[in-house]
């Protein structure tokens, strides 16, 4: 389905560690060394020198680690895609919205791609897992936060955006969302 500034947005079950794309976003944690879920798996896959990179990002511009809401490039090492763009979701908190900062997670990482020249993006759905945000809250701000940047132009030249849902339920509340 092609949206706002001819951004196309594609919804694909699988492994995001398997797709190829331009950039692959990574859901990691603050410290950028590598974690567990999305971010363990990209580690995995992406092999040592993703984690080089981002050792050098923590020794030279994010020695507290990258705040939630911001989004940094690193090699894509032996994953299909040139980049490999992390970005620091929010955990969930039923006593504060704190969407906001998952929206900036996308926006952030589209202005990125675009900088960077991607023409294709491929997306987790971020803090969905171990971060405990619900499915469909999460697939809302997503979508919405994507088709706001490509409207205003904060996705450069991307062309495609992928969210890339690692199983049925999650493929069917982007599904519900991207109609």
Known sequence: MTGPGGVSIVLVRGDITAQSADAIVNAANSSLLGGGGVDGAIHRRGGPEILA?????????????????????????????????????????????????????????LRLAGELGARTVAFPAISTGVYGWPLEDGARVAVRAVRE???????????????????????????GVVG
């Open 53 to 109: 990179d981002c050792r050098r990002l923590r020794a030279s511009h994010y020695g507290k680690g990258l705040p939630t809401g911001r989004a940094v490039a690193t090699t894509a090492g032996r994953l299909d895609a040139r980049w490999v763009i992390h970005t620091v979701g929010p955990v969930w908190q039923r006593d504060e919205d704190r969407s906001e900062l998952l929206a900036s997670c996308y926006r952030e990482s």
């Open 149 to 175: 940047a490509a409207g205003a132009g904060g996705a450069g030249g991307v062309e495609e955006v992928r969210f890339v849902l690692f199983d049925d339920e999650a493929y069917r509340a982007f599904e």
